[in-house]
């Protein structure tokens, strides 16, 4: 059983930045996958960014060259360094984790990109 908890979300401006955590309740290296998606009002929840256990990092389009997911092992953390914000990034942001099978989900934070 894998335990995930997100946080950093928040208000900021168009063009701002923000940094979400997502800890995790075991070493992230013996999780396969571990990625962040979001799911914006009225809307499904999609992928965002995700990163395997050799480090391999894919990205939404729409998010390319914006953000960057990266990993702490020490702190068995996942980051999502969110840059040049717009108002359609606004959503709620979840931490998902694949590992042995089967799938984990954080409560999700939400990010408000809005002037």
């Known amino acids: 059983q894998v335990q995930l908890v997100e946080s950093g979300g928040g208000l900021v401006q168009p063009g701002g930045s923000l940094r979400l955590s997502c800890a995790a309740s075991e070493s992230i290296f013996s999780i396969d996958f571990m990625s962040w998606y979001c799911q914006a009002p009225g809307k499904q929840r999609e992928p965002v960014a995700s990163?395997?256990?050799?480090?391999?990092?894919v990205y939404a389009g729409s998010v390319k060259g914006r953000f960057t997911i990266s990993r702490d092992s020490a702190q068995n953390t996942l980051y999502l360094q969110m840059n040049t914000l717009k108002p359609e990034d606004t959503a709620v942001y979840y931490c998902?984790?694949?590992?042995?099978?089967?799938?984990?989900w954080g409560q999700g934070t939400q990010v408000t990109v809005s002037s």
């Open positions: 990163i395997s256990s050799g480090g391999t990092t």
């Open positions: 998902r984790a694949l590992s042995a099978g089967r799938l984990y």
